[in-house]
Nanobody
Framework: QVQLVESGGGLVQPGGSLTLSCASS????????MGWYRQTPGKQRELVAG???????NYADSVKGRFTISRDNAKNTVYLQMNSLKLEDTADYYC????????????WGQGTQVTVSS
């Protein structure tokens, strides 16, 4: 069973930075895509950033130019560097991994909380 463990969340002031990490219990080469979603109470979970196994990335319009997703295959870890944080970035952030085969399999981390507040 794949386990994804997030870390790096916390409290930060507007304009500050945080780096989230998502460590996989298995070789991330097996996943076609990994990334991050976020969710706030009463709202649907939204995609923040994704990265494919060959390094292609995509971002939500709201975070383009501020967030950067990357992966370290040797460490089986995906990162989300978040700069110029805004109040509206406050949310629970969830790491995911997807594998496409005969079916689509996905796995999720337990989430890490990011609070942007002055």
């Amino acid at each position: 069973q794949v386990q994804l463990v997030e870390s790096g969340g916390g409290l930060v002031q507007p304009g500050g930075s945080l780096t989230l990490s998502c460590a996989s219990s298995e070789d991330i080469f097996k996943f076609n895509a990994m990334g991050w979603y976020r969710q706030t109470p009463g709202k649907q979970r939204e995609l923040v950033a994704g990265i494919t196994s060959d390094g292609n990335t995509n971002y939500a319009d709201s975070v383009k130019g501020r967030f950067t997703i990357s992966r370290d295959n040797a460490k089986n870890t995906v990162y989300l560097q978040m700069n110029s944080l805004k109040l509206e970035d406050t949310a629970d952030y969830y790491c995911y991994a997807k594998a496409y085969g005969w079916s689509i399999d996905d796995w999720w981390g337990q989430g890490t909380q990011v609070t942007v507040s002055s």
